[in-house]
């Protein structure tokens, strides 16, 4: 099982980012989660594969939006009107289960992260 996520960078603040994570075989829910240095990890946006449904963090509902490829091989996030709070290792992950929940224990594979870094 490999996910691999990309799209990381290094953005002024009101700026976008997307995020994207290639995954192998099969999952029934996938998720975005972010650590900031000296925080807890914190889920970020879930999506059910086959439903389509989708839960959003309150910090960055109307300013995240998680999608996936038509093929579900590719899961996506695209950042807008970037905050430095944002400012976070990203990382994607994904489980068998079924049901977005942004809850880590959740997931049961893990991506390595990708670094996002917003100046004000």
């Known amino acids: 099982v490999q996910l691999v996520e990309s799209g990381g960078g290094s953005v002024q603040a009101g700026g976008s980012l997307r995020l994207s994570c290639v995954t192998s075989?099969?999952?029934?829910?996938k998720g975005w989660f972010r650590q900031a240095p000296g925080k807890e990890r914190e889920g970020v946006a879930a999506?059910?594969?086959?439903?389509?449904?989708?839960y959003t963090a309150y910090s960055v509902k109307g300013r995240f939006t998680i999608s996936q490829s038509s093929d579900r091989n590719t899961l996506y996030l695209q950042m807008n009107r970037l905050k430095p709070e944002d400012t976070a290792m990203y990382y994607c992950?994904?489980?068998?289960?079924?049901?977005?929940?942004?809850?880590?224990?959740?997931?049961?594979?893990w991506g390595q992260g990708t670094q996002v870094t917003v100046s004000a």
């Open positions: 999506i059910d594969t086959g439903r389509g449904n989708t």
């Open positions: 992950a994904a489980d068998s289960g079924r049901g977005a929940t942004l809850l880590e224990s959740g997931y049961q594979y």
């Open positions: 075989g099969y999952f029934g829910r």
